[in-house]
Structure formats: C-alpha cells, structure tokens
C-alpha cells in the first residue's frame, strides 16, 4: 500500500523564521513528488519533482527531492502571515486499469503552518 | 486560465438524503478524481475517471459512487447521506500519461457537506 507521511503535523513560528517540512514515501512505480498550499480553498500547486538533488526555487520558497532515502524538503524562508496554510505532499505514481495507464496522487496528511506577526 | 469549477461551496444535508456533488473542469483532461478531505487524514481518494463512461474505485469508495456522462463533468453521489460523511469534497481533474504533466492535478474550491 502507498504511504506518504508528512512531519510535523502543525508547526507554529513568528515572521521571520525559516521552516523545513518534511515529507517521507513508499511508493511502487514512483515518477514524481509535487508540494501544494492549501489556504480555505482549492490546493495551489507549489512544485514537481522528479530528479533527486536538484532544487527547485520559488521566491522565499525551495524544495529538493531525495529518491534514495525516498523523502523530499519544503524550506520556507522569512516566513509572512501570508504563508499560513496547509501544505500538502503528494506522491505521483503510475498504474494501469484494464489497459489504459493514469497517474495517480497519494497525500500525505498535511503539515498545518501558522505563522503570527 | 485552468478551471475547475464544483457546483455548491456548501451544502446542509439530512441523513438518508440522497446527495449529487458535481465538477466541471474545461481543461479537457481525461481524468477526474473524488476526494475527501479530513483533518489529520489528508486528501483520500474515492473515485477516480480516466476517460469518459469509466470509473474506479479509490481508497474509501464505501457509501459513494460517481457518474461520468461528458468529458468535462464528474459527479459524486451519496446514495443516503450519513453523518460519517460530513467532509470537505475536492475535485480535480489531470492530463493523461504522454499529455505532459500528468501528475499535476488541478483543484477545485471544495464543498463543505454537513450532514445532520
């Protein structure tokens, strides 16, 4: 069974400080690992990531990918108000129905951030 | 832009109603996906569609089943509402393998069903 695991649950840090979320998978078929923010609406897709070691960078934002110790980052750095949110992990895998091939999505279970001013 | 649209934001229900949830992307993705969302739990899987007419069954499909008629819209059913069903629900909708990023999944608002 597909497993993904997110650490800490909820994470509580003032302006300023600079955050790490972690995110652990067992995956079969394995093809990427995506970040999301979710704020009191639809889940906005932050990364994917597909090579282990390669960072990718989004303003304040990075994330790096690590396939053999199967886990990957989220760096938050000079964390503002507006980055409270749920961060969510999700695993890319590949399967097959009858024939036809899809990808599918496992979630972990979130990491709950607030950050106060 | 990219749309994924749900039909209510919130819906009050009574246990034993029948109740519809419908999502309509305009992305013209081949697949489509049910979820619930609870706290501590993350997103779960009910449904997924990777073509029109077809289904599957996700992780928690139990009490639900789902309708994909067009292209664009997949639906949710609860056959008899339940309070164990009380839920945030999410659609979202992707591209096939070989159509790019197929991973990628696009997020509606989410419904908030409250079932009494």
């Known amino acids: 069974e597909d497993k993904v695991v997110q650490s800490p649950l909820s994470l509580v840090v003032h302006e300023g400080d600079t955050v790490t979320l972690n995110c652990s998978y067992e995956?079969?078929?394995?093809?990427?690992l995506l970040w999301y923010k979710q704020e009191k609406k639809a889940p906005t897709f932050l990364f994917m990531l597909?090579?282990?070691?390669i960072e990718k960078k989004s303003g304040r934002l990075s994330s790096i990918l690590d396939k053999k110790e199967l886990f990957s980052i989220l760096n938050i750095t000079a964390t503002q108000t507006g980055d409270s949110a749920v961060y969510l992990c999700?695993?890319?895998?590949?399967?097959?129905?009858?024939?036809?091939?899809?990808?599918?999505?496992?979630f972990g279970q979130g990491t709950i951030l607030t950050v106060h001013p | 832009d990219v749309k994924v649209t749900q039909s209510s934001r919130y819906l009050v229900k009574r246990t034993g109603e029948k109740v519809f949830l419908e999502c309509v992307q305009d992305?013209?993705?081949?697949?489509m996906f049910w979820y619930r969302q609870d706290p501590g739990l993350g997103l779960r899987l009910i449904y997924f569609?990777?073509?029109?007419?077809?289904?599957e069954k996700g992780d928690i499909p139990e009490g639900y089943s789902v309708s994909r008629e067009k292209k664009e819209r997949f639906s949710l059913i609860l056959e008899s509402a339940s309070t164990n069903q009380t839920s945030m629900y999410l659609c979202?909708?992707?591209?096939?393998?070989?159509?790019?990023?197929?991973?990628?999944?696009?997020f509606g608002p989410g419904t908030r069903l409250t079932v009494t």
């Open positions: 569609s990777y073509d029109v007419k077809m289904k």
């Open positions: 995956v079969t078929n394995f093809r990427s």
């Open positions: 992305m013209d993705h081949e697949n």
């Open positions: 979202a909708s992707s591209l096939a393998p070989g159509r790019g990023l197929s991973y990628e999944q696009y």
């Open positions: 597909t090579s282990s070691g």
């Open positions: 999700a695993v890319g895998s590949l399967s097959w129905k009858q024939g036809t091939s899809y990808g599918k999505l496992t």
